[in-house]
């Protein structure tokens, strides 16, 4: 059973950026797709970015494109959100999740339901 830890979540100014962690403490990524999702208050989790670790692929939400870099440390089983110029609307508990089936390399996985395993949440407040 896979295990997901986020961490680096916080309190950050507009245009600010903030690193977020995500590391499993039981099983691996492997070839598998990974991504990063993130709820508001009041709100439905919403995807964020995504990336197929079976060649490489990334997809990002508009909201966050240009802005936001998820990359993967597989040596270590950890994956990484970096979120730069951030905006108040960007604030949101972000979970990071795993989708368990291994696709072709150009399918990147950004749907709720697709996603088995998730991280407890970190929170992240962008101040105006």
């Known amino acids: 059973q896979v295990q997901l830890v986020e961490s680096g979540g916080g309190l950050v100014q507009t245009g600010g950026s903030l690193r977020l962690s995500c590391t499993t403490s039981r099983g691996t990524f492997g070839s598998r797709n990974v991504g990063w999702f993130r709820q508001a208050p009041g709100l439905e989790r919403e995807f964020v970015t995504g990336?197929?670790?079976?060649?490489?692929?990334?997809y990002y939400a508009d909201s966050v494109k240009g802005r936001f870099t998820i990359t993967v440390d597989s040596a270590k089983n950890t994956m990484y959100l970096q979120m730069t110029s951030l905006k108040p609307e960007d604030t949101a508990v972000y979970y990071c999740a795993l989708d368990r089936r291994v696709y072709s390399e150009n399918y990147v996985s950004y749907r709720n339901y697709e996603f088995d395993f998730w991280g407890q949440g970190t929170q992240v407040t962008v101040s105006s």
């Open positions: 990336i197929n670790l079976n060649g490489g692929k990334t």
